[in-house]
């Protein structure tokens, strides 16, 4: 029988997102807004009270929640989400234990494994989807410069992360980003769960809607033990 893992958090209404600092020293936070566009109750009297269909809006900021960056989302002239193929999104994967991680600080090379990493899904497991929704969450382990140099020289698909970002927030350069989307090699975020996929063989899914000139794009990520 096939078990499948659901690595993704919930997406609600005022659900936690990215704090961006503004010039003045405030915050702007990203978070989902849900609401009925159409009621049950709206909905009747146009099917004669025969039957009532509830319509839900929502908006969002497409960097929210467990979601994929293309490289649109660092550089202007390549490949938006609508781009993506499903091939490219469905991948072997590979969860790497980076739970002796600290917040704030990078995690080293001491941590990958001795194995070929030539066309997976990366998933670093730093043990972070625990305090998701709290203030905690934004201070968080990352991925250092010499991590991302090795994933990109392993030609990886794909590399993922249980935190908000898989760059250090104060770097402005950001590394991991930019050198990974400029290989072509996506990003998934706020990742959940992976801990469940420890001395397991997986496929890994995180299949995007088909959004033209959509940076970024939530998901449902999850994981098909074989």
Known sequence: ??????????????????KLKNEDGT???????????????????????????????????TSI?????????????RRDISEIEIEEVVLP????????????????????PDRALRGNAVLFNFGWDIHWGTDRYYSYPFISKEVTEFLVEEDVRLVGADTVNVDDSKD???????????????????????DKLYNKRFRFFAVPVKGKKVAAMP?????EVI
Do not use: C, W
Not at 2 to 18: K, N, Q
Not at 34 to 43: D, K, V, Y
Not at 180 to 186: G, V, Y
Not at 219 to 223: H, K, L
């Open 172 to 194: 402005l350069t950001r590394p991991a980003h930019t050198l990974l989307l400029k290989n072509e090699i996506f990003i998934v975020e706020n990742l959940m769960n992976l």
């Open 27 to 61: 915050f702007t936070q990203y978070t989902a807004h849900i609401r009925p566009f159409l009621t049950h109750e709206q909905s009747k009297p146009k099917f004669k009270g025969k039957a009532s269909f509830e319509v839900t809006e929502i908006t969002f900021q």
């Open 93 to 112: 994967g590979v969860v790497i234990d980076a739970r002796a991680g600290s917040a704030g600080e990078p995690v080293s090379t001491d941590v990958l």
């Open 219 to 223: 998901i449902r990520a999850f994981a």
């Open 65 to 77: 929640g467990t979601y994929i960056d293309s490289p649109y989302h660092r550089f202007p002239n």
């Open 1 to 18: 029988m096939t078990t499948f893992i659901d690595l993704s958090h919930y997406f609600e209404d005022s659900m936690p997102g990215f």
